[in-house]
């Protein structure tokens, strides 16, 4: 009897280790998956695309023209196009986003906050070639007799708002970009100001401050962070969005600095043209577009997290 | 360490996973009692009629499963290269460069003939426009800024046109309709061939891009005063205005199954024994001249008995019954003497292995 205990012991502890194991390895192989998926992409694009980027080089990147007829292609207008729509999107939903967040989470009585926030759920749950059909038959029509001929009148004078008015364009693109991001910000920002502790607030309140100083002070410092998460989770689907760019961006490959102007995406280009891509080479250079839209993520996701990092040494937040 | 290693590890497990994967018609070819499967891809535009085919033939034959995918005329001719399908369909015929890379020779069998319609947005015009093939080049160039030019007028007399801008609206995917419109443009002008030329997807001068015929349809009706390309079926199925395009008599001619069916009649004597040949520009009486045949492609080798004996018999049945469904979906049958011609060329595909 008094031998059974530690060798029941011992047996229990076995047992414990291997489920760690167990548990350990099976995580890890999950962990190992997402990676593989993310490394065989890039393999892919990238021998997929060796013969443009041989003929081309590193000129494909600066190349403006877009000629499948002549062979003669370049991811230039592309990329202006990706990044433009992506940061005006940024530009409308990030104000508007954490202004709403801040509401919902703060302000709002709690039965609006729930009843608000399935709202915003709802909206990111909506497809998005549903924001393109509408953004073509509602937003651009809109655009084209009143707000573009209205920002034009104010002021025409900045090259930005130079031009004809078609009614599609990078405008219209990053408004309707900036409509399908705005769900991220506004339910991940939620989230986060929801979880900042209690007493903080209580702290900053015990010291005299009113609630706006508490949200602007308190709250929102110590989950800058997190929000800062939010919006990249939001940039990441502005950069990468497809259907809804494509039908209200105007397809033109050119690089143009009026915001009115048609223009054209890296996501957009290849949805667009892979289908009917017969030729070798016009193939290998919609390839290497996505190879390049891959490295753009990256790049801009990297910028994200030394942005977040540097944030975080400065003090404060999580 | 010991992460990095089974990082590396699982990495290797899923490239042999999916290579295993990849195996793809062999594992859908039939064994000897099941009914027999017959994999195709391609064009988008002839997809309604080929489903309504592929359909018939399977209540005519219970034992064949012919399955057709609308991945696009590039997609249909990349997998018929790779050998992943059992045959092709496209909306240009296939290069040389192409035809010269496939593993057994390719036939293309014209099937049915389809058009293209110059569409537009002009709300105080109610009466069908008269374009020259100049005229549209000019438009597509962007040389011919506004309707009230006289490229346009003269063709037009009596219409009031407006003198506004013209906004041109092209595809922005690439695709057999524009190939063919820019074919078309390209024989009526040498300053379009030299710009821009022809091609499923070319570097346009002037204009926004619609995905698809609906993307196309939705920026005209959104946008007044423009103009752009849509196939004939998707105009008349959604009531869009279109005009007349003058053909090398100097005709101008509405684009229906008749004229389209001419077209092909009045250049039926010059096509070619491999069917490759564009009939845009097509200078018969009465031939409109913006259309275009859609293939099939089929290998002279099909690897497999059955399957090629199917496909001669449905080939048969196709130019035959077939046909007389072509008209009830809006598409233009193909003219006798060039049924009587391919009903020949079926005789090549290999039954004997």
């Known amino acids: 009897m008094d031998a059974a205990v530690p060798i029941l012991r011992r047996r229990r502890a076995l047992q414990a280790r291997v489920g760690d194991l167990l548990g350990h390895w099976v995580t890890a192989m999950c962990a190992a998956v997402v990676v593989a998926i993310t490394v065989l992409i890039a393999y892919e694009l990238w021998s997929s695309s060796a013969m443009a980027r041989r003929l081309f080089g590193f000129a494909f990147l600066f190349e403006q023209h877009w000629d499948p007829v002549a062979g003669r292609f370049g991811a230039a207008p592309f990329v202006y196009g990706t990044l433009v729509t992506s940061a005006l999107a940024l530009l409308f939903a990030v104000p508007l986003g954490l202004g709403a967040a801040i509401f919902l989470a703060e302000l709002a009585p709690p039965r609006l906050s729930r009843s608000l926030g399935l709202g915003v759920e709802l909206l990111a749950g909506v497809p998005s070639v549903i924001y393109g059909l509408v953004g073509l038959a509602v937003l651009v029509p809109i655009m084209r007799e009143w707000v573009e001929p209205g920002l034009q009148a104010i002021a025409g004078f900045l090259p930005l708002f130079s031009g004809p008015i078609y009614g599609v364009g990078y405008l219209t693109a990053g408004l309707v970009l900036a409509a399908m991001v705005l769900p991220f910000i506004v339910s991940v920002g939620r989230e986060v100001l929801l979880a900042v502790p209690r007493d903080q607030r209580e702290a900053a309140l015990a010291l005299g401050a009113t609630r706006w100083e508490t949200i602007a002070h308190v709250v929102v410092p110590y989950a800058r962070v997190g929000l800062l998460g939010g919006i990249m989770l939001a940039l990441g689907r502005a950069l990468g969005e497809t259907m809804a760019v494509t039908m209200v961006i105007g397809s033109r490959p050119e690089i143009a600095l009026s915001l009115f102007a048609p223009g054209h995406s890296m996501a957009a280009v290849i949805a667009n043209e892979f289908t009917e891509a017969a030729d070798e080479l016009y193939l290998q250079a919609l390839v290497e577009i996505g190879l390049v839209l891959f490295g753009v993520t990256m790049a801009v996701n990297g910028l994200a997290r030394l942005m977040i990092a540097r944030i975080r040494r400065a003090g404060g937040g999580r | ?353």
């Open chain 2, 1 to 353: 360490m010991r992460r990095l290693i089974l990082a590396v590890l699982m990495s290797v497990a899923a490239i042999g996973a999916t290579a295993c994967g990849g195996g793809g018609p062999e594992q859908t070819r039939p064994m000897s009692r099941q009914p027999l499967t017959i994999n195709g891809a391609g064009a988008t535009f002839p997809y309604p009629i080929y489903s309504k085919w592929f359909d018939e033939y399977h209540k005519r034959h219970p034992d064949v499963q012919i399955n057709y995918q609308s991945i696009g005329s590039g997609g249909g001719i990349r997998q018929l290269l790779a050998g992943t399908i059992d045959f092709g369909a496209t909306d240009s015929p296939m290069t040389d460069e192409q035809l010269a890379k496939a593993t057994s020779q390719v036939l293309h069998f014209p099937t049915v003939l389809g058009a293209i319609v110059p569409s537009y947005n002009l709300p105080d015009v109610t009466q069908p426009l008269n374009f020259t093939g100049a005229a549209l080049a000019g438009v597509f160039l962007g040389t011919v800024k506004k309707w009230s030019d006289r490229t346009i007028a003269t063709a037009n007399p009596g219409v009031n046109l407006p003198s506004s801008d013209i906004v041109v609206v092209h595809r922005s995917d690439g695709s057999g309709t524009t190939f063919v419109w820019t074919d078309f443009l390209s024989k009526v002008s040498g300053e379009w061939k030299s710009r821009a030329g022809a091609g499923t997807a070319v570097s346009w001068p002037v204009g926004l891009g619609g995905k698809g015929n609906e993307g196309v349809a939705g920026l005209i009706k959104q946008t007044p005063n423009s103009v752009g390309y849509v196939e004939l079926v998707y105009a008349v199925q959604n009531n869009l205005p279109y005009g007349l395009v003058q053909n090398p008599t100097g005709e101008f001619v509405k684009a229906d199954a008749n004229t389209v069916t001419a077209a092909a009649a009045s250049v039926a004597a010059s096509i070619p024994d491999d069917y490759r040949v564009s009939i845009t520009n097509a200078s018969g009486k009465g031939a409109y001249p913006v259309a275009s045949f859609t293939w099939l492609l089929i290998p002279v080798k099909m690897g497999d008995r059955t399957k090629a004996e199917t496909m001669r018999d449905f080939l048969s049945w196709m130019l035959t019954d077939g046909q007389k469904m072509a008209a009830d979906l809006t598409y233009a049958p193909l003219p006798p003497d060039l049924v009587a011609r391919e009903r020949e060329t079926i005789a090549r595909i290999e039954t004997g292995t």
